[in-house]
């Protein structure tokens, strides 16, 4: 079946660092979306990407679709404080829009 | 703006009691959604409903039922409690299922329910 990674688990940087978080499939994904969870909140949409090669930007944020649809990335740049939680992709099968599975998540933390 | 709420933010019951888990959404959302969350292993979908009185098991339906009576409204039971089932259980609802292969419509999640099962 799909299997979708998401690494690292944990990321710890400086204030003001760069941070990408990685999901890889072993299989052709149909879209991708991104949330992030603030400590003690509940996951929050960020984006969805669903063309091949696919480049989207939220100010520090940006996101990337690959070109064979098999991986993506979220990378921030210049970290802040409040960038401090867990994203987590999650993608859709070819068959179903409307079950998502989500990875495992990256914890970012930093280091005022 | 979407609102979805969980009747409780915390719970503690005891082992083998019958715990029931309501999550309401107001926006008319068509699916509804009950996930799991434990450290490291993201969130895990435990069943979904795509229409009043439907759904479909998840990842880990196992020891979990669900029900859905009204469009607004979707519960999870939990019909013995063990401590294996301490968790975060989060509700989430969408819009509709969008277009299979294509697009996804966004997720919507209420605050979430700590059990802890004793």
């Known amino acids: 079946g799909q299997q979708v990674m998401q690494i690292p688990q944990y990321q710890h940087v400086q204030e003001g660092e760069d941070f990408t978080t990685y999901c890889n499939s072993s299989?052709?994904?149909?879209?991708i979306q991104w949330y992030k969870q603030r400590p003690g909140g509940h996951p929050v949409f960020l984006i969805q990407?669903?063309?091949?090669?696919e480049v989207k930007k939220q100010k520090r944020l940006t996101f990337q679709f690959g070109e064979a649809k098999k991986n993506s990335s979220l990378h921030i740049t210049a970290t802040q404080t409040t960038d401090v939680g867990t994203y987590f992709c999650?993608?859709?099968?070819?068959?179903?829009?409307?079950?998502?599975?989500f990875g495992s998540g990256t914890r970012l933390s930093i280091r005022p | 703006d979407v609102k979805v709420t969980q009747s409780s933010r915390y719970l503690v019951k005891r082992t083998g009691e019958k715990v029931f888990l309501e999550c309401v959404q107001d926006?008319?959302?068509?699916?509804m959604f009950w996930y799991r969350q434990d450290p490291g292993l993201g969130l895990r979908l435990i069943y979904f409903?795509?229409?009043?009185?439907?759904?479909e098991k998840g990842d880990i339906p196992e020891g979990y039922s669900v029900s859905r009576e009204k469009k607004e409204r979707f519960s999870l039971i939990l019909e013995s409690a063990s401590t294996n089932q301490t968790s975060m259980y989060l509700c989430?609802?969408?819009?509709?299922?969008?277009?299979?292969?294509?697009?996804?419509?966004?997720?919507?999640f209420g605050p979430g329910t700590r059990l802890t099962v004793l």
């Open positions: 989430a609802s969408s819009l509709r299922g969008g277009v299979a292969g294509l697009v996804t419509d966004t997720q919507y």
């Open positions: 299989t052709t994904l149909s879209n």
């Open positions: 990407l669903v063309k091949s090669g």
């Open positions: 999650a993608y859709s099968g070819y068959s179903s829009a409307s079950k998502i599975i």
């Open positions: 926006m008319d959302h068509e699916n």
């Open positions: 409903s795509y229409d009043v009185k439907m759904k």
